[in-house]
């Protein structure tokens, strides 16, 4: 891949590989520089590590860590507590949502599988405002159901109890691990269960030894994934913690971070802390990888003889769709319903008829509506998650494609595995860093709180685009740039006009993705954002949050949440269906000579035609194999 052009008896790099050069420059920048400064400043503080007179190395913040070593065991054990608690049960809900929709005969599976992945669109802070007005002990529409009960006591949930963080941070993640497991249910052959079963196994046994030990490698990634994810999650530490879950690392590096009135943010500390969950995290990372690197010996896709089973459910069947009716009920339906009457009262106030006819306005709409700033935070959100997805994306097709096509060397796997690191990152520790590296870049280039800043932030997420994009390069046979090469193309010519063509749906698919992702963020922009600069998100947190002063109106920001979460399912479903529409379009294009996405990008005659020999014979052994 790193070839160089002879002139001239001097060698000079060739398109592509300045490319390639640029497209890993830039992944150095958003994932190692910040991290970089966040060593320093741990072992260089207590302050900035520059451009400050107190500044010099040392290893004082780790003394300090140790020596409140009470605090430090706490935050561990809280954490830990918290985020594997979390952990479990969202993994416990979306391996059985996802065995119901894949591997079962019930009902309405189609309906089950939007119902989950709804949630995804709703944004984290949105979710989490929503939890807490559905468990206000005197207006929470949850607790007045279960009032109803016999033997219910007072207040049946007290919503700032740390169980019911672990349970409310579990409903909010059921969504990611829930799109991973179903691929690797779908893929996994029922035969081998059929066969155990046939053999005299009971079902626990046929879980027990067959069932698991083929899922355990994907199982696991996922289980490490989802701690990383619920590791870096602010929004219900925030909301609900700051009494039982003050200790979690994600409040806690954001308190340190806070100045309060007469004290200097904590800097150096809170880098030791974040270097510390960075390490664990690392441990996590590298455990799955190593547990992972021969996943395909438990492979049982086999070709034609291939065919998932469905188990019959039989008497099962109204149990489990009842407890995918409560599932619905408390991860859209209530929630929803909670934010909607929270933005019709002027104050809380529990649910009734009476209420429902003499107390509700929904004047908080038309406010919201009106609102200059809520049109410029929405500008602004979409200005940062649109950028962010589209360096992501560029920079990562571009080094996904160079690592792909070359060979196999340790330092090409090296390179491929850092590409891959920001999955490992948790987004605390990504926001903080990025922090500091804007503070230290500051008084040199003073971009620190501005939209530029969030939007290189944002990025940070490349790593989930350089993996499809990788994948999707590998599924295309090199035979299409060899034959362009031959007929006098350029490697970046043949790259542009003919892999970048056939990587578009996966490329635009990954941009929505992410494009959602940025919209509904709001751990970074809690490290990085100003006033002037903060996203949607942000400005619905100073709308919900008592230390607003002036900017506190909790209907309003009920009602702000609503119309966001109305916005960004309209925009995700909508860019869905255009590039669904876009594909099927395609697809139903007649094919004349050769190949249509050939034709819309057209090289010179004789690499077009050699190009398009060489899809034409890659397709027909495709048929051919099938």
């Known amino acids: 891949m790193f070839q160089a052009r002879r002139t ?224 870096g999650s602010l929004e219900v530490p925030l909301l609900f913690g700051q009494e039982s879950g003050r200790s979690i690392f994600a409040l806690k590096l954001w308190t340190l971070i806070s100045s309060n009135a007469g004290e200097l943010p904590q800097y150096g500390l809170a880098a030791a802390w974040g270097l510390v969950f960075l390490v664990i995290t690392t441990i996590a990372f590298a455990i799955y990888l190593r547990a992972t690197r021969n996943a395909e010996r438990r492979a049982s896709v086999s070709g034609k003889g291939f065919r998932p089973s469905t188990m019959r459910m039989g008497p099962w069947k109204i149990p489990v769709m009842l407890l995918v009716a409560v599932f619905a009920l408390l991860t859209g339906i209530l929630p929803l319903l909670a934010l909607l009457w929270a933005a019709i009262t002027p104050y809380p106030v529990a649910f009734s008829l009476e209420a429902l006819l003499g107390s509700t306005d929904w004047g908080a709409f038309a406010i919201v509506l009106a609102d200059s700033e809520f049109w410029v935070s929405l500008g602004r959100t979409v200005l ?102 031959t007929s006098g193309a350029s490697r970046f010519a043949g790259f542009r006009r003919i892999i970048a063509p056939l990587l578009m749906p996966t490329v635009m698919a990954v941009w929505i993705q992410m494009f959602i992702l940025g919209t509904n963020e709001f751990t970074l922009p809690a490290f990085l954002a100003t006033p002037s600069s903060r996203p949607l998100s942000m400005y619905i947190y100073a709308m919900i949050n008592p230390r607003s002063a002036q900017l506190y109106a909790p209907d309003q920001g009920a009602a702000m949440a609503l119309i966001f979460t109305l916005m960004v399912f309209a925009i995700g479903y909508g860019l869905q269906w255009a590039l669904s529409r876009r594909a099927i379009g395609r697809a139903r294009k007649p094919v004349a000579t050769g190949v249509p996405t050939l034709a819309a990008v057209p090289l010179d005659a004789a690499a077009e035609e050699s190009a398009t020999t060489a899809l034409a014979v890659q397709r027909r052994r495709a048929r051919a194999k099938s």
Do not use: C, H
């Open 8 to 231: 001239a008896g001097r060698t000079r790099p060739t398109s592509m590989t300045i490319a390639m050069i640029v497209a890993g420059a830039i992944i150095f920048i958003l994932l190692a520089v910040p991290l970089i400064v966040q060593v320093i400043t741990a072992f260089r503080g207590p302050f900035l590590p520059f451009g400050v007179s107190s500044a010099q190395w040392g290893v004082e913040n780790f003394v300090t860590l140790w020596q409140l070593r009470d605090d430090f065991w706490g935050v561990l054990g809280a954490t830990g507590a918290f985020v594997g608690g979390s952990t479990v049960l969202s993994l416990l809900m979306a391996f059985g949502l996802a065995w119901v929709t894949v591997r079962t005969d019930a009902p309405l599976r189609r309906i089950i599988s939007v119902l989950v992945i709804v949630p995804y669109i709703i944004p984290p802070i949105v979710k989490a405002q929503a939890y807490l007005l559905m468990l206000s002990p005197e207006s929470g529409v949850l607790n007045q159901l279960l009032r109803l009960l016999p033997f219910a006591s007072d207040v049946p949930i007290d919503p700032y109890a740390f169980p019911t963080m672990i349970a409310i941070q579990a409903l909010t993640n059921v969504t990611f691990p829930y799109l991973m497991i179903v691929p690797i249910l779908t893929n996994m052959d029922g035969s081998l269960e059929e066969s155990a079963r046939v053999s005299g196994a009971s079902w626990p046994q046929t879980l027990r030894r067959v069932t698991l030990p083929m899922l355990w490698p994907g199982l696991l990634g996922v289980t490490v994934l989802t701690f990383i994810l619920g590791l």
């Open 384 to 485: 940062i998650a649109g950028g962010s997805a589209t360096i992501a994306v560029v920079v990562a097709t571009v080094f996904a494609y160079g690592i792909a096509r070359s060979r196999k060397t340790g330092w090409v796997r090296a390179l491929d595995l850092f590409a891959s690191s920001s999955v490992a990152i948790p987004a605390t520790i990504a926001g903080f860093a990025t922090f500091l590296t804007f503070m230290v870049l500051n008084p040199y280039i003073p971009i620190a709180g501005t939209l530029l800043a969030l939007v290189i932030a944002y990025s940070y997420r490349v790593s989930i685009a350089y993996r499809s994009s990788y994948s999707a390069t590998l599924q295309i046979r090199p035979e299409l740039e060899e034959a362009a090469l």
